[in-house]
């Protein structure tokens, strides 16, 4: 066998059954707190909501269904840049298919892609013969999952980026797209400008864009662009504080989130509940439970809680990534959803190559898990009208 730190290894995922013993008795042993009398979501997640979800994870949640799941899927190992990186590699049946780059963010995972998987790589099966077919790399983000801790500090977007060019490289693709959201919506355009030799397009949901400053920038927005601009000042001024405590303190809330199932279950729906499509009251009337629930168990049994945190300490901190840059020159798509996104166009065109631009009218923060086909058929328009 060889050694070479190049090498692609073969991965399957077997949780020891000694660490879903201990989540179901740490769960078990959960001190709750009580609830403010008329209270609800506004404060947080309520106890009496979490203590249920808590209950179906212990006693219901099969994971070893959802291990099946991904199993059936190839999945391989590399190091890169020191770091170890899990993906599922799913070769198209059509040899001619464009290879496609996809990247998850926080709290999600490669578990949001599995829904898309089947119609991107094999759209004549899934009812779009005239659809383009994709060549699926879908890697753990570094520190994140099932590519285990961060074994230093620095990995920045920028090196990321590196990481992912470099391991498109090593598979063999010279021409491939890429697609993201969240923290995939900034680092798969960085990967547009590091790599643009090889990256044909950037289709990306979950766009952060700014104004800069000037008068023009806020003469003739539609409505639909005020109501994202007031999004967005609502959640810096009441939904940003969990990014404001990773992003100058990671090591203290990873050590809440690690020690407590409950925390993490807590720290997490938060978040499916606040960012997905506002027509739902409840996130599992979004975002499956059981599809929630495989996030949550990720982050838990492979104990990345502080290098999950960790990400945002470095965006926080690197200095590169808020100063002046060239405008992107990839082609690059950008899909809005109704919620949880704030994309306006004349932002984003300051700094990428807008060729592609769509709004949908449902849908929210994780459309890979709540609108799976708009996700789809969107990314099938864009890269088809690249080729």
């Known amino acids: 066998m060889s050694n070479n730190a190049n090498d692609i290894r073969p991965f399957r995922i077997e949780i020891p059954q000694a660490d879903l013993d201990d989540l179901r008795d740490r769960l078990a042993r959960t001190r709750w707190i009580d609830q403010a009398p008329g209270t609800g979501w506004e404060r947080g997640v309520p106890s009496s909501y979490l203590r249920d979800l808590a209950g179906y994870w212990a006693e219901k949640f099969d994971w070893r269904a959802l291990e099946a799941e991904l199993n059936a899927h190839p999945q391989f190992t590399t ?5 170890n990186i899990h993906f599922l590699h799913v070769r198209s049946v059509e040899e001619d298919a464009t290879p496609l780059l996809l990247l998850h963010g926080w709290p999600s995972s490669v578990v949001d892609f599995l829904d898309m998987i089947g119609p ?16 699926l790399v879908i890697p753990s983000l570094p520190g994140h999952a099932f590519s285990g801790s961060l074994t230093e500090t620095g990995w ?6 590196a990481a992912f060019a470099e391991l498109m490289a090593r598979l063999g693709y010279d021409r491939y797209g ?16 590091v790599d643009a030799e090889h990256v044909a397009g950037v289709h990306v949901n979950a766009l952060v864009t700014f104004p800069i ?33 990773k992003g100058s303190r990671p090591d203290t809330i990873a050590q ?40 949550v168990s990720i982050y838990w049994l492979t104990d990345t809680a502080r290098s999950v945190a960790n990400m945002y300490y470095e965006r926080f901190h690197d200095f590169s990534m808020f100063a002046p840059a060239a405008k992107g020159t990839v082609p690059t798509g950008v899909a809005v959803f109704r919620d949880g996104d704030y ?45």
């Not at 190091?79 to 770091?83: K, L, W």
């Not at 920045?156 to 980026?161: C, F, H, K, L, V």
């Not at 697609?179 to 547009?192: N, R």
């Not at 199932?261 to 606040?274: C, D, H, R, S, T």
């Open 79 to 83: 190091t890169i840049d020191g770091q």
């Open 120 to 135: 991107l790589t094999d759209p004549k099966t899934h009812g779009a013969p005239d659809a383009p077919a994709f060549h």
């Open 156 to 161: 920045n977007d920028g090196r990321i980026a």
């Open 178 to 193: 890429v697609q993201g959201g969240d923290h995939g919506s900034f680092i798969a355009p960085v990967l547009g400008r």
């Open 213 to 245: 400053g000037e008068p023009s920038d806020f003469a003739a927005l539609t409505e639909a662009e005020q109501a994202r601009l007031a999004a967005m000042k609502e959640f810096q001024d009441d939904g940003a504080a969990y990014m404001n405590l």
């Open 256 to 295: 809440l989130l690690a020690d407590s199932p409950a925390g993490q279950l807590g720290w997490i729906v938060e978040k499916y509940q606040a960012w997905t499509d506002r027509a739902h009251e409840l996130p599992e009337q979004a975002v499956d439970r059981d599809r929630m629930l495989a996030n």
């Open 343 to 387: 994309a306006i166009r004349r932002f984003a065109e300051k700094t990428h190559n807008i060729t592609h631009w769509s709004e949908f009218f449902s849908g929210g923060h994780f459309p890979a898990l709540e609108v799976p086909e708009l996700l789809t058929g969107d990314i099938r328009e864009f890269f088809g009208s690249l080729s």
